[in-house]
């Protein structure tokens, strides 16, 4: 019997490792989201000190 037969290798294929992928999207999007603030947050204290 292969580890995928098996009731845990079956819990780990259809239940953890999608759980795994969802959960590395949701970090994806939340480190792209802060990369963008942060971006910003430059953009706007560049132009401030282009204005002084």
């Given at each position: 019997?292969d580890?995928?037969?098996?009731?845990?290798g079956r819990k780990?294929?259809?239940g953890?490792?999608?759980?795994?992928?969802?959960?590395?999207?949701?970090i994806?999007?939340?480190?792209k989201r802060?990369?963008?603030?942060?971006?910003k947050?430059i953009?706007a204290?560049?132009s401030?000190?282009?204005?002084?």
């Amino acid at each position: 019997m292969d580890f995928f037969q098996t009731i845990m290798g079956r819990k780990l294929i259809e239940g953890t490792l999608p759980e795994i992928a969802i959960q590395l999207k949701v970090i994806a999007d939340e480190l792209k989201r802060q990369n963008d603030l942060k971006e910003k947050e430059i953009a706007a204290c560049d132009s401030d000190k282009e204005g002084d």
